[in-house]
């Protein structure tokens, strides 16, 4: 599969106006006259038509300049020259310092009740902080935008926050929300795009539709991703910022669908287009390495060196942090193509650490191209350690997309929902107004009537009856809705539960059964008979938990389901400790663990067999999983109690319990054994709880004393 690179996308929606010229401000009379020439300079700034190298800095400097310049009691100037500095240093790079003058922008546009700025400076915000790793700070900077959508009908604000939404809900992977929202500011644009002379709205509409194009492309729909592109191609001609970064997509997109020869086509285009002043090395960058991992891809890397070598030096000129990074990581992909592991080694020991931080996918990538490294140069316990560590964190990435989905799924059906109940409640205040403006005419032509006073008093009174009446209606009305409303986030909820419990446990064994196969196929030399017998019954034995794993599941459902009993019955609770034991043989061995069952052979109890062997299957599980290498687990009764007690150094009681009374399940985490667990318990009349007796030990109680 072709490995799309992680680059910085420029987020930022510019105005057009002509090229920049300093004013002369000793020309204006006034202050006003003054702060409006110096604001149409640092407009004309931001467009830099012709590609000049320090027209950032200089945008950056004439905003702070414009900050001087204006009465600190005037937040709106203040907050366009705010916005002017960030956007300087934005495309400088400098991304503390963009967003400390994005936020100050957003402060002073608050104060000022400024919503239009406001727009802005949230819509500048959610990439910046992105880039900076602080995703809460980007949320609320949605929800702002979210608030003004909801109540606005400014089209310009509309778009622009539409556009930002989208943004926010591609970077969390909420593909479906983002597509929505991008179609709409799209669809919005679109109206005019044809017919507008102002370049700006050409500039954002082609800008718009490299960004779908590219949610289109992360979700494997090459073709509508070309589509977009060709849509947004019309209007290339308004910037060379708009030209190149729809070249770089192109040569992404055609890569990525296996057509080398229009990716070079494109590729070439941008060559030439940029040969005198490249305006962003981000994205001759990209479409180099994005060819260099194709011909990789496809095992030729004598095709792929001069496209490597070219991305690396530019990325060394500009001396980009995050392009030297991702030149580095191809070049350690070459190295081990070709056969020079030690340098292979090298350079994904620098980068496996960054690519960690920065994105999981590369992470996944770059353990895989190490283990292939490592079993290169004959390193078979290292390449062996490596490719368990990529098995996992694909197995990861597969378990949080899907999860994902679901939230997205969710949060695209509640979004469709609030939509309609907006345009439900708009469509009724236009008819309030509507009776209330005719209620006010019928109330002054009664006033004008002064012989038909006591008709005017007596229709009063009727209306004022009809009105308390009409509240009753409207009251019962609401009530129904909330309790509608009620149910349906009840079913929701369940429904939601359901699906996080069988994305965690059922996806994981079966996963377990792909690599187990995976390796099997890919590495079979890597077995000796010993391992493959091992092997083999390692494969039985993550088959048989699947249908454990199934059965549990089954069990939980029919839990939630009303009217369902358990089947109480006096059962010997060393037995089935006993048998769930057996199951646990195979990971108890990997990790040489003792166990001590002290459980009487009496120790009776009247509860369900179904559900008590999932409880004890989950804790058993849970205390082998966490328990160190080579330490003990004991099993004693005591007073209607058992307790299985094991050795640990990286959980607590508090946690643990913690988790036990967590009613939301959320399949990213850990613990949706113990929840599943804590629901069957519930349903036979016992209690699960942690207790720790020291640092070194933890024990998971079972308790019929309730």
């Known amino acids: 599969m072709h490995n799309r690179l992680l680059l910085l996308l420029g987020f ?17 009379k006034t202050d006003k006259e003054r702060i409006k020439a110096w604001m149409n300079y640092c407009d004309t700034l931001r ?7 320090d027209n950032y800095v200089h945008l ?48 002073a546009a608050q104060e000022a009740h400024l919503v239009t700025q406001i727009t802005k400076a ?16 980007a949320e609320e900077c949605k929800n702002i935008l979210q608030s003004i959508v909801d109540t606005t009908h400014n089209k310009s604000i509309l778009q ?47 800008i718009q539709c490299d960004m779908l194009s590219k949610l289109y492309l992360n979700t494997q729909m ?4 070309l589509g977009m592109l060709r849509q947004g191609e019309r209007f290339a001609s308004v910037s060379p910022n708009v030209s190149n970064r729809l070249l770089s997509s192109f040569v992404e997109a055609f890569t990525t669908s296996g057509n080398i020869d229009s990716a070079l086509y494109y590729d070439n285009e941008l060559n030439e287009q940029t040969k005198d002043n490249p305006i962003f090395p981000s994205e001759i960058v990209s479409s180099d390495l994005n060819i260099a991992i194709y011909y990789l891809d496809h095992h030729q890397a004598s095709r792929a060196l001069p496209y490597i070598n070219k991305g690396d030096t530019l990325a060394a000129s500009v001396r980009s942090p995050l392009l030297v990074f991702q030149a580095q990581l191809i070049n350690g992909r070459y190295d081990e193509e070709t056969g020079k592991f030690d340098q292979a080694i090298a350079l994904l020991n620098q980068s496996i650490p960054i690519a960690k931080q920065l994105d999981k996918e590369l992470y996944s990538n770059a353990l895989k191209t190490m283990a292939l490294a490592q079993k290169g140069k004959g390193n078979l ?27 997205d799924q969710e949060t695209r059906y509640q979004t469709n929902q609030k939509e309609e109940r907006i345009a439900s409640l708009d469509k009724e205040n236009r008819l309030g107004v509507l009776e209330l403006q005719n209620a006010s005419r019928t109330r002054l032509l009664l006033v004008i009537g002064l012989a038909a006073l006591g008709i005017i008093a007596l229709l009063l009174y009727f209306i004022y009856l009809n009105k308390e009446k009409l509240n009753k209606i409207l009251n019962r009305k609401n009530d129904q809705l909330g309790e509608l409303n009620g149910q349906l986030a009840l079913a929701n909820e369940t429904k939601a539960k359901l699906f996080g419990i069988i994305g965690h446990d059922l996806r994981s064994p079966v996963s377990k059964i792909v690599q187990l196969l995976q390796l099997q196929k890919e590495n079979p030399e890597l077995l000796g008979e010993q391992s493959r017998k091992r092997h083999e019954e390692q494969l039985k034995t993550a088959s048989e938990n699947v249908l454990e794993t199934m059965e549990d599941l089954l069990l939980w459902s029919k839990s939630q389901m009303q009217h369902f009993t358990p089947q109480f019955a006096k059962l010997n609770i060393t037995e089935i400790v006993e048998k769930e034991l057996s199951f646990l043989q195979q990971p108890i061995d990997d990790k040489n663990l003792r166990i001590t069952n002290e459980i009487p052979g009496a120790f009776l109890q009247n509860t369900d067999e179904n559900f008590m062997s999932v409880i004890i299957r989950n804790l058993l599980q849970n205390t082998v999983k966490h328990s160190p290498q080579g330490s003990s687990i004991r099993l ?24 036990l009374a967590n009613k939301q399940v959320n399949s990213k985490s850990s613990g949706m054994g113990l929840q599943i667990a804590n629901d069957l318990a519930a349903s036979i009349g016992v209690k699960i709880y942690f207790e720790q007796p020291d640092d070194t030990q933890l024990a998971a109680v079972i308790s019929w004393d309730n």
């Open 160 to 206: 622009d926050s539409y556009y930002a939404l989208g943004s926010y809900y591609q970077l969390i992977s909420y593909y479906s929300t983002a597509q929505d929202y991008f179609i709409k500011s799209l669809e919005s644009r679109e109206k005019e795009v044809d017919t507008t002379q102002d370049p700006k709205k050409k500039f954002d509409y082609a």
């Open 381 to 407: 316990n290292e390449a062996l350690t490596y490719y368990e560590q990529y098995a996992e964190q694909t197995d990861s990435i597969t378990k949080e997309k899907l999860s994902t989905n679901f939230a």
């Open 12 to 28: 930022l929606l510019l105005n057009f106006l002509s090229n920049a010229q300093e004013p002369d401000l000793s020309r204006y």
């Open 636 to 659: 004693i009764a005591y007073d209607q109690k058992i307790k299985i007690i094991n050795q640990t150094t990286g959980l607590n009681s508090i946690e643990l319990n913690a988790r």
């Open 60 to 107: 950056q400097q004439a905003g702070i300049k414009g900050l001087k310049m204006v009465n600190s009691s005037d937040m709106e100037d203040r907050s366009r020259f705010f916005f002017y500095a960030a956007i300087g240093y934005y495309y400088q790079v400098k991304f503390d310092s963009a967003q400390y003058y994005f936020y100050q922008s957003l402060h």
């Open 222 to 225: 090459v073709d509508k991703s």
């Open 122 to 137: 949230c819509v500048a915000l959610i990439p910046v902080n992105f880039q900076l790793q602080q995703r809460q700070k």
């Open 47 to 53: 467009i830099n038509q012709r590609g000049l190298k």
